[in-house]
């Protein structure tokens, strides 16, 4: 089974819809992330999480919240979903320290039409 | 100025050749980098990191680094057809954040 999950892959949707991406890890690690990859612009961090009570904003938050429900659970939600949100979003985690190394998810392909 | 910077390419090179990859940055205090593989429509995959001055090895691939330039590479000898993804820089700079390179396109020719 994988170690960092993410539910749906796949999603197309309307403008102004509420849309939740899931992430579910086994890895044990504490730390967890949201990235958003267009093409030309390579990864670029939304949200991160380094334990369950802290949330940290990415480079690019505006329109995203997310939410840390246990250590192996990680939920981006997109409020009202516009259609430049169409990406590849990925989940990633890592156990930090000074090793920190980032292992991802099989990614979710979202539309926003 | 961007943290990371890679040419996007794409680069190509035949079988058997060296492909190199490189990247710099701009946080001189950054202290740890990696070298990911995605393959279209894939995730990333982690195919190693360095932490010290100089050339790491792991089997084909050797990771150069050099601080003094603020500079990483990637070294992946005797390239194989099946090498042909994007290879994505990142750098861990001294406020612990991460921050990924645009990626290079590599194509390795038959």
């Known amino acids: 089974d994988a170690d960092v999950t993410q539910t749906p892959r796949n999603r197309i949707t309307k403008t102004g819809k509420r849309i939740m991406l899931e992430c579910s890890q086994t890895k044990g690690h504490d730390r967890m992330y949201w990235y958003r990859q267009d093409p030309g612009l390579g990864l670029r961090l939304i949200y991160y999480?380094?334990?369950?009570?802290?949330?940290n904003k990415g480079e690019i938050s505006d329109g995203y919240s997310v939410s840390r429900q246990a250590q192996a659970k990680f939920s981006l939600s997109l409020e009202s979903a516009i259609p430049n949100q169409t990406a590849l979003y990925f989940c990633?985690?890592?156990?930090?320290?000074?090793?920190?190394?980032?292992?991802f998810g099989p990614g979710t392909r979202l539309t926003v039409l | 100025q961007k943290e990371v910077e890679q040419n996007s390419g794409p680069l190509s090179v035949p079988e058997g050749a060296i492909a190199s990859l490189n990247c710099t940055y701009s946080d001189r205090g950054s202290q740890s980098f990696f070298w990911y593989r995605q393959y279209s429509g894939k995730s990333p995959e982690l195919i190693m990191f360095?932490?010290?001055?100089g050339d790491k090895e792991d089997g084909r691939f050797t990771a150069q680094l050099n601080k003094a330039s603020q500079y990483v590479s990637l070294l992946i000898r005797d390239s194989q057809p099946s090498d042909s993804a994007t290879y994505l820089c990142?750098?861990?700079?001294?406020?612990?954040?991460?921050?990924f390179g645009t990626g290079t396109s590599l194509t390795v020719i038959p």
């Open positions: 990633a985690t890592s156990r930090g320290g000074d090793t920190d190394t980032q292992y």
């Open positions: 360095i932490y010290s001055n």
């Open positions: 990142a750098v861990v700079n001294t406020g612990n954040q991460f921050y």
């Open positions: 999480s380094f334990d369950v009570k802290d949330i």
